[in-house]
């Protein structure tokens, strides 16, 4: 069994900062000993990573990820292997991906496909959370058996009516099972039935171009979606984590709902964080690189997004990586902003991206650290093996340079995708080494780890889920 020892680094916890060199053993830490003590000594590591100067913080856990799935007649452009690969690089070692009911399918059979692709060729750990997109008698009775396998989340959607939109009674009945099998309930929250009618008088006055695709999905429609998945939890007690929260309107009443005791969590993304509505008119067309759903906001939400994160509002940061290249596949909808595969790359970049808050002042290095890798693993199941450096966590672990710095340009990510949503973005901080299961992955510029070794993370209904008022 290999024994490693980083020494000399300030380890970030959630709760605090503290020196303390990282004693790992095989797959998991063993312990954390004073810097220089002769118990360091005494541990006899067969390999040192010198981190003095760095930062060493748990593995980035990035909880909403989509790997080579279908959409819009195409398929995202990162397969499990290049998009956890690139996820490595940035310091990320957990993703949790969606298993996606097709209609008429069953649940058991969407596993079956994920865990095809996945099982095997993933860099780091994955879990599976499941898209239910036809429920129904039959699907809400195999919830409880993906529950025994580790799928304890279910993503429903408000929005694309036809396709994988849930009706008001369906979402209902969707979280009163939910409810019963300790599971949570990931909500898509964007009045679809309303954008449907807006994207069709769009279309009909000629307005074609990307930036109509903001124009169509305003804010307050994501505010009333977000208010009504939380009046239908709390009627049935299913615990609701709204994903990709884009607007400052849906993160007041995820506020409002929270100070009353309800158990709702939300996760934003860098892309909300970083870019504004104004990247979608772009000429020649480049506004499509960046349509996503929710769409890209005015600034002002994001400033109010930042203010949620650094209070305790939201919860956590999760990239939403949906690739497709701009050639061939954002090209699907160039005369029809409706046909444009909806989603942004960027499991690369979240880690660093979100450290600028650090560097800026926005939010506290402690909270970088609970915001990227201890809530997402607390929330979904994976706590205390994922989401902090502690004796019997599983080593994964990354060195960070906060004196670093990086330039991030499609020309070197790993990602395999033809552009970058923040080309030419100059960023403080850069990660140094990351090990996942005490396997060194990334060393400096080099990726030496093996790039099939990750495992499925098999996860837990969380206690959260189980107590409210978390
Ligand atoms: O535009 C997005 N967000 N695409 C990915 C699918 C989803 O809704 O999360
Ligand atoms: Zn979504
Ligand atoms: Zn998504």
Not at 425 to 451: A, K, M
């Amino acid at each position: 069994m290999t024994r490693t020892l980083i020494r000399g680094g300030t380890v970030v916890a959630a709760t605090g900062s503290f020196a303390a060199d990282v004693a790992i053993e095989g797959e998991r830490i063993v312990s954390l000993l004073e810097p220089g003590s002769s118990i360091t000594d005494a541990f006899h590591a067969d390999r040192v990573i010198e981190a003095t100067g760095k930062l060493v913080v748990p593995g980035g856990v990035d909880v909403h990820t989509h790997m080579e799935m279908p959409s819009a007649g195409t398929i995202s452009a990162d397969t499990f292997a290049s998009g956890t690969m690139a996820a490595a690089w940035g310091g990320t070692t957990t993703i949790v991906d969606f298993a996606s009911q097709v209609r008429e399918g069953s649940l058991r059979e969407a596993w079956d496909v994920s865990m095809s692709k996945a099982e095997g060729r993933c860099a780091i750990d994955f879990g599976l959370h499941m898209i239910v997109s036809d429920v129904n008698a039959s699907s809400l009775a195999e919830m409880d058996s993906m529950v025994s396998e580790g799928v304890t989340s279910f993503k429903l959607f408000m929005a694309y009516p036809g396709a994988l939109y849930s009706d008001d009674g369906q979402i209902l009945r969707a979280m009163q099972r939910a409810s019963e099998c300790a599971a949570t309930i990931m909500m898509h929250a964007e009045n679809g039935i309303a954008i449907d009618v807006l994207v069709a008088q769009a279309l009909a006055r000629n307005e074609r171009d990307p930036r109509f695709h903001a124009a169509t999905r305003p804010s307050s429609l994501e505010g009333e979606a977000t208010h009504r998945a939380i009046v239908l939890a709390q009627v049935t007690g299913a615990p609701l984590y709204i994903v990709h929260l884009s607007a400052a309107e849906a993160l007041a009443e995820v506020v409002a709902a929270r100070d009353s005791g309800a158990i709702v969590h939300a996760e934003t993304c860098p892309q909300y964080l970083f870019l504004s509505e104004a990247a979608l008119e772009g000429p020649e067309f480049e506004g499509a690189k960046f349509v996503c759903s929710p769409p890209l906001r005015h600034g002002t939400h994001s400033d109010a997004l930042w203010n949620g994160l650094a209070g305790g509002d939201l919860s956590v940061v999760a990239t939403d990586h949906c690739p497709f290249c701009f050639k061939d596949q954002k090209e699907l909808g160039k005369r029809d902003f409706s046909k444009i595969p909806n989603g942004l790359p960027g499991v690369e970049h979240r880690m660093e991206l979100v450290y600028q808050g650090v560097v800026e002042g926005r939010i506290s290095l402690e909270r970088w650290v609970d915001l990227t890798s201890t809530t997402p693993a607390r929330l979904f199941g994976m706590y205390p093996a994922k989401g902090v450096i502690q004796p019997g966590a599983d080593a994964d672990v990354v060195v960070f340079d906060p004196a670093g710095s990086r330039t991030i340009s499609a020309a070197s990510h790993h990602m395999a995708v033809d552009y970058s949503c923040y080309e030419g973005f100059t960023l403080t901080g850069r990660v140094q080494t990351v090990l996942s299961r005490g396997r060194v992955l990334v060393d400096g510029n080099s990726f030496v780890g093996e790039v099939h070794g990750g495992r499925y993370v098999r996860r837990s209904s969380p206690p959260s889920v189980l107590s409210p008022g978390k």
